[in-house]
């Protein structure tokens, strides 16, 4: 029986999630922004308005949240950092992410991001979720 948790985000969860970043999420960051998964992750818990980690038996899976894009427009940007272990666990984590993503949004009118078009998961996560990926 897998044990899920989702939490507040520590320290001790970024450098626990650092050293086991999926490949396909390094090359996106370098490809967007030129940053390594520790700088992405410092610049968007420092800008998001939640964020949460995903935890399946006591292992971090995953840090994710939202950032405030602009007030006015209702805009807010989701973001996922992972380890190859969500991919084996696709269902696991949506089922027990889908709700705490639908709460986390709700002052948003339209969630969007950018997701490189070789990172095959990201896009099917993001599309499951209803987020726009450009």
């Known amino acids: 029986m897998r044990k899920v948790e989702i939490?507040?985000?520590?320290?001790?969860?970024?450098?626990?999630?650092?050293?086991?970043?999926?490949?396909?999420?390094h090359d996106e960051f370098m490809a967007?922004?030129?940053?390594?998964?520790?700088?992405?992750?410092?610049?968007?818990?420092?800008?998001?308005?939640?964020?949460?980690?995903?935890?399946?038996n006591g292992e971090v899976v995953t840090i994710f949240g939202i950032s405030p894009a602009s007030i006015i427009t209702?805009?807010?940007?989701?973001?996922?950092?992972s380890t190859d272990h969500i991919e084996?666990?696709?269902?696991?984590?949506?089922?027990?992410?889908?709700?705490i993503l639908r709460d986390i949004s709700r002052g948003y009118r339209v969630l969007e991001n950018y997701v490189d078009a070789?990172?095959?998961?990201?896009k099917i996560l993001a599309s499951l979720d209803g987020v726009h990926a450009c």
Do not use: Y
């Not at 939490?7 to 999926?22: F, G, K, N, Q």
């Not at 209702?74 to 950092?81: D, S």
């Not at 070789?118 to 990201?122: D, I, P, T, W």
């Open 7 to 25: 939490v507040s985000v520590t320290d001790e969860h970024i450098s626990a999630i650092l050293p086991h970043v999926r490949q396909a999420d």
């Open 74 to 81: 209702g805009r807010g940007i989701p973001w996922l950092v």
């Open 32 to 56: 967007a922004a030129g940053m390594t998964p520790a700088e992405v992750i410092t610049r968007a818990m420092k800008s998001a308005s939640v964020a949460a980690a995903g935890m399946i």
């Open 118 to 122: 070789r990172n095959h998961a990201a």
């Open 88 to 99: 084996h666990q696709p269902l696991t984590f949506l089922r027990h992410c889908r709700p």
